[in-house]
């Protein structure tokens, strides 16, 4: 029976570092962003916490108990997704991001129940993840969905989603793009071929530390400088808690004013003694000069592993909430011209979550399913399909027999598209060798494998053999789902191994 599903219950959803939003199709088959229980299309991925866990707190009424009790609000968490790091631990549970953007989660679903009523609404999502997050930061956004009882049904690159919701994919024509998302945690940027029916992701970059706050933080030690210099007032997160999360909240207004005024003042108070800050865009522009040029790099290597002429690029599309930064806005005319740049009428910070709604709806229908209250003439046709891209490399792990250094041994290098697989065949080390380790890595050739992440492991045993001559196969194929298969075969005895690695990708 084909399955029949409600269009409130598949959504879409942007974990953002700074803002998280989530959107279904509406009745037209449009997407949409679901309000808050605030009210706020926008929900500030903050987390305030109690002790004892007596009472979570997320969004804009987490990051107003900032000024009270800062050490108990997280936020930015998505920068720490997939460390170990924990920010307390409460009832014997540890706080990490995964456990924070499980709450967040949790918040945005409910915002979707009291909003449609559908007490279904949000149970199934696909959820955008930065083009560049590695496995154990994919596996840790799976995790927090499944705590917050989502089901996922696939994990979309932010930039890809954002180019669903443009409908690039829909119109006709064949076009180059540049998406660049310069959000508040990371930056990313892909380029992305769009053409009969299909988007191709044919390079993908980013630097996941570098956003908003960054810009954010040089300008809070601009402010913080003055209180120094004027009235030696040393003011630290530890020595002032409370005035420096308002001094940073003032910084964040402040610099936002100035995407629309040409000056903007930051005044602070603090133990009775006061600056104020005048900014220019000419400032703002000298004091985020090296964040620029980092985000140039990142352009420059995504047009270069993609090798195309950025000639060739016939549109950038800019979304992200700190794209609005003037000077940001100067380098990209600078670079393309402003024929090319497109914000279009998406909201930069709204398009990503619209675009994993429609994705959501993709997924219903092309398994056969139909998404019932929704006219489907405004659904994109399920046959539309995007392709993406490896977005790191994997390879196993081999040891220099003389130096027994341990390095990566690539297999499937990054930026290809989507199914790809390849094999390589090794030696064996030792004399009389019988067990061998099979490192699943993601690094690069010749990285070394302390500095990689291993993904998967397998000790296998086989009948001695010489060493030095190739006697060993590894085969690795990456679908489109993200499972890694990998199969070892032994060309002595033509014994087989499989490992897979279940990662959910697109
Ligand atoms: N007018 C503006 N001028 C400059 N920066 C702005 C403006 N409006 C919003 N921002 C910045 O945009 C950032 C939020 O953008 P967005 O919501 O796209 O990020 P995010 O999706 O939460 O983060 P990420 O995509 O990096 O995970 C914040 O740093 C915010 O200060
Ligand atoms: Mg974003």
Request: with cysteine; proline share 4%.
């Amino acid at each position: 029976m084909k399955e029949k599903v409600r269009n409130s219950s598949v959504a879409g959803i942007d974990l953002g570092t700074g803002f998280s939003e989530l959107a279904i199709l509406d009745d037209t088959g449009r997407p949409t962003i679901i309000p808050n229980l605030d009210g706020e299309f926008k929900t500030p991925s903050v987390v305030y916490v109690a002790s004892q866990l007596a009472e979570i707190v997320i969004g804009t009424a987490a990051l107003g108990m900032g000024v009270i009790h800062p050490e108990r609000v997280i936020t930015q968490c998505k920068r720490d997704v997939g460390t170990n790091k924990v920010y307390f631990t409460e009832n014997g549970i540890s706080v990490t991001s995964e456990w924070a953007q499980a709450e967040i989660l949790k918040y945005l679903r409910a915002s979707a129940i009291k909003h449609t009523g559908d007490d279904q609404a949000a149970s199934r999502a696909v959820i955008t993840v930065p083009a560049y997050f590695k496995e154990n930061q994919r596996q840790s956004v799976q995790r927090s969905a499944e705590i917050a009882g989502i089901e996922v049904m696939g994990l979309i690159n932010e930039p890809t989603a954002a180019g669903l919701s443009h409908g690039l994919v829909e119109k006709q024509g064949d076009r180059l793009v540049l998406i660049v998302d310069f959000g508040q945690g990371t930056f990313d940027c892909s380029l992305v071929s769009f053409g009969g029916g299909n988007a191709t992701v044919i390079a993908s970059h980013g630097d996941n530390q570098l956003g908003g706050k960054d810009v954010d933080d040089t300008l809070l030690r601009l402010v913080l400088e003055q209180f120094d210099t004027q009235h030696s007032l040393h003011i630290t997160p530890e020595s002032h808690p409370a005035d420096w999360f308002q001094i940073w909240q003032q910084v964040v207004r402040q610099k936002e004013r100035l995407s629309a005024c040409s000056l903007v003042k930051v005044c602070a108070r603090v133990d009775g003694k006061q600056i104020m800050l005048e900014l220019t865009r000419d400032t703002l522009a000298e004091q985020i000069h090296n964040l620029l040029e980092r985000a140039e790099r990142v352009i420059d290597e995504v047009i270069a592993n993609g090798k195309v002429d950025p000639k060739e690029i016939t549109h950038v599309l800019l979304i992200g909430g700190s794209s609005r930064l003037t000077p940001f806005q100067e380098l990209i005319r600078r670079k393309f011209g402003q024929e090319r740049i497109h914000g279009g009428n998406v909201s930069p910070d709204l398009a990503v979550a619209e675009g994993a709604a429609i994705k959501a709806a993709k997924v219903v229908l092309s398994s056969g399913g139909t998404v019932v209250d929704c006219s489907l003439r405004a659904i994109p046709a399920p046959a539309i399909s995007t392709t993406d891209v490896m977005p790191h490399s994997l390879g196993v792990s081999v040891q220099d027999p003389v130096s027994l250094i341990e390095t990566c041994s690539s297999i499937l290098e990054k930026n290809q598209p989507l199914p790809c697989n390849a094999s390589r065949q090794f030696g064996s080390v030792k004399d009389d060798q019988r067990v061998f380790v099979v490192s699943v890595l993601q690094g690069e050739e010749g990285q070394l494998t302390k500095d990689c992440l291993v993904v998967g492991q397998r000790q296998i045993e086989l009948p001695p053999r010489p060493p030095g001559q190739p006697s060993l196969e590894v085969r690795m194929g990456y679908d489109t789902s993200g499972m890694v298969n990998v199969r070892f075969r032994d060309l002595v005895s033509g014994v087989h191994e499989t490992i897979t690695v279940n990662f959910f990708n697109e």
